[in-house]
């Protein structure tokens, strides 16, 4: 394969970052990025590393589960509409783990903060004394639409945007999300609403945005499953009820999108991935 494999250059610099020790009895609540491995960051990669036990979400990517040093991994999180492990639980898991000495990596999509939950894991691991650091990741917002070419706060285009959910604790639209204030802000990126597309798109339109405005469905972004589908306002429900409901997906409004035909075609957008190891051919191990 072309390309080079992950070594430094400068070997001998990069062996002096000095990266803060995860310690026995403490949690790390870090983003995984939203698909492609090089989007971890160096602390991520060094928690995958050396946790001795992982917590991780549905959302977090095979070839990134796969940099997982220790065996023991659990999978807690929840797919849209799939079994889900109840939030009080994974919290008392973390704080059960750190007291029992553990170094406790809690692994989830994109950035732990931003519809993830991870706040309340922070709570609760503040209020019961179990110390822990949050790693921030890039959020699928800004790695997913990068990786499909929307250059989100273009200048000229867009002074603003807007991340939402789409998805209460129901599963339904938040009653108090506030379509005039989205309606007037440039660029939308919607998460984790893929099944109230319809309902958003008719919303939009009676807040004040055109039918005809184009949007796009960004999908399992940054990973070599991605997909991007265009629609507009006006045709965002029929064009979502065909897509993949279980993909990660953003729908993503404004005019920024316009600029996506020059970029995209021309973009390097190939995710790093993990070759076969070593002994993983037939024979096993020699
Ligand atoms: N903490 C995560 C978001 C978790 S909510 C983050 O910061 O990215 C889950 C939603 O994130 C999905 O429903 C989808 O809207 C979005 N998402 C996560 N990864 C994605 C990806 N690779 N491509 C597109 N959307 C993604």
Known sequence: M???HVVPTNLATAARLHVPEFSPGSVWLAGAGPGDPG???LYALHALNTADVVLHDA???PDILALIATPRRHSVGKRAGGARTHQLRINQSLVSLARAGHRVLRLKGGDPLIFGRGGEEALALASAGVPFRIVPGISAGIGGTAGA???LTHRTLARSVVFATGHDAQGGLPDD???VALAR???VVFYMALRQADLIATRLIAA????DEAIAFVSDATTPRQRVIEATLATAGAVAARLD???PTLIVAGPVLALRAMIAPLQQATPMTLEPAPYAVAGGVP
């Open 2 to 4: 072309p390309g080079f």
């Open 39 to 41: 989007l971890l960051t």
């Open 59 to 61: 959302l977090v990517s």
């Open 149 to 151: 070419g929307i250059p």
């Open 177 to 179: 999300l506030d379509f």
């Open 185 to 187: 802000t440039d660029v």
């Open 208 to 211: 004040g945005r055109a039918p």
């Open 245 to 247: 409901p279980h993909a």
